[in-house]
């Protein structure tokens, strides 16, 4: 499975799914000393620095999953709390958007525990939070409910977004 990775950081989530088979076909990554890591750990594979770089014809083809998950020190118990409304936790967008544009198959999405608790009135617009990639309507119901009660919810809460 063709894999593309989102502000990668070191790739943790990447090493492993290398060793379960995936070949990344991009890591998205702006800090430097994260690049070099990446280029030994994934010699010749591409890294982009600009996640609002990505497009389908800059990566070159389609993609089976995406993983990663957009900075959190706006969503951290231990930042300024500005959620999806601060820059770089903000960038959430850019993941929506090339999630929308790639249509992979599958989306790992990590982060900090602090995006359950986090709010801001940056909420996408509701088109956007639609699920689409699952197989029936009885399936994504069924995850969906399946969330209930896993965490208390306000509405307009950054998860809920």
């Given at each position: 499975?063709?894999?593309?990775?989102?502000?990668?950081?070191?790739?943790?989530i990447g090493?492993?799914?290398?060793?379960?088979?995936?070949?990344?076909?991009?890591?998205?990554?702006?800090?430097?000393?994260?690049?070099?890591?990446?280029?030994?750990?994934?010699?010749?594979?591409r890294?982009?620095?600009?996640?609002?770089?990505?497009?389908?014809?800059?990566?070159?083809g389609?993609?089976?999953?995406i993983f990663?998950?957009?900075?959190?020190?706006?969503?951290?118990?231990?930042?300024?709390?500005?959620?999806l409304?601060?820059?770089?936790s903000?960038?959430?967008?850019?993941?929506?958007?090339?999630?929308?544009?790639l249509?992979?198959?599958?989306?790992?999405?990590?982060?900090?525990?602090?995006?359950l608790?986090?709010?801001?009135?940056?909420g996408?617009?509701?088109?956007?939070n639609?699920?689409?990639?699952?197989?029936?309507?009885?399936?994504?119901?069924?995850?969906?409910?399946?969330?209930e009660?896993?965490?208390?919810?306000?509405?307009?809460?950054d998860l809920?977004?």
């Amino acid at each position: 499975m063709k894999a593309l990775d989102l502000f990668s950081g070191c790739a943790g989530i990447g090493l492993a799914a290398e060793r379960e088979g995936f070949e990344h076909i991009a890591f998205c990554e702006i800090d430097p000393i994260a690049q070099s890591t990446l280029r030994a750990n994934f010699p010749g594979v591409r890294i982009i620095k600009d996640v609002k770089e990505i497009k389908k014809e800059t990566i070159g083809g389609s993609v089976d999953v995406i993983f990663g998950g957009s900075p959190c020190q706006d969503f951290s118990l231990a930042g300024l709390r500005e959620g999806l409304g601060g820059e770089r936790s903000g960038l959430w967008f850019e993941y929506l958007r090339i999630v929308g544009e790639l249509t992979p198959r599958w989306v790992v999405f990590e982060n900090v525990s602090g995006l359950l608790s986090s709010w801001s009135n940056a909420g996408a617009p509701l088109s956007a939070n639609e699920v689409r990639d699952f197989d029936t309507r009885e399936e994504a119901e069924r995850w969906a409910h399946s969330l209930e009660g896993f965490a208390d919810l306000e509405e307009g809460c950054d998860l809920a977004a």
